[in-house]
């Protein structure tokens, strides 16, 4: 059995140093995670890599995943018994507001729902619905910081892929790269969506990194390449 080692680049690891010697120790692809990296910085991060090692490429998608909005200055403290609100329109988070991506998730949102944010580091629960916001009571205080995972206890559907991945992977295609991962895959048509877009000859590994991913894994796994399990997320 062939071993493959998905190694993950980031900032402190995205230079000629590192990445030739994750080479030499058989790295089998590099990872750009997208839900971290900005569309504007895919081609150059694409053009440094392939200039610098013989690697693929694998473009990791924000895939269907609730997360949190922009705030002002670091984390937001939340403490126990308090109350935020989630709005619907676009705002500077701080402690009495913040916004969840996508904005229009406030409509799945329903009173008495349980939300964990940023890997349970929060609980929250809904006491009040309106169409501008609904209102949170924090169950279990603490710091939630910008871009940071949401989970609802609840179903709720969101498309697989989002505006951003569509645009990074156009970016990607375009620069050769044929190796796609597929975040919080949760049935088969959610990766031959990713296989639609990322074309012929495309390499789909799709993530089981949820309770709906691994209800469907037998038919994720008939339409996918490979499968990278997440033990750490399947919970949600």
């Known amino acids: ?16 140093r590192v990445i030739k010697r994750l080479e030499e120790l058989n790295a089998s692809l590099f990872r750009i995670n997208l839900s971290h990296t900005a569309v504007s910085a895919v081609a150059e991060m694409i053009h440094f890599i392939q200039e610098h090692c013989s690697v693929p490429v694998c473009l990791d998608s924000e895939g269907a995943q609730v997360r949190t909005g922009d705030s002002l200055q670091g984390p937001i403290v939340l403490t126990e018994h308090s109350f935020v609100k989630v709005c619907r329109e676009y705002v500077i988070g701080n402690a009495s507001q913040f916004n969840l991506y996508p904005l229009n998730i406030v409509d799945q949102i329903e009173v008495d729902d349980f939300i964990s944010i940023d890997f349970n580091e929060v609980l929250t629960q809904v006491v009040e619905k309106r169409y501008e916001d609904i209102t949170l009571r924090i169950i279990n205080g603490g710091q939630i910081g910008q871009n940071k995972a949401v989970t609802v206890q609840r179903s709720i559907s969101l498309p697989p892929l989002t505006e951003k991945d569509h645009k ?62 997440d033990r750490g997320d399947m919970s949600r």
């Open 1 to 16: 059995m062939t071993t493959e080692i998905l190694c993950t680049l980031g900032p402190s690891s995205m230079n000629e």
């Open 168 to 229: 990074a992977i156009s970016v990607g295609r375009e620069l050769g790269v044929r190796h796609f991962a597929l975040s919080f895959a949760g049935q088969a048509d959610d990766v031959n969506q990713l296989r639609e877009i990322s074309g012929s000859g495309s390499f789909i590994i799709s993530k089981i990194e949820s309770r709906r991913g691994l209800k469907n894994l037998n038919e994720i796994a008939s339409v996918s390449d490979a499968l990278l399990i």
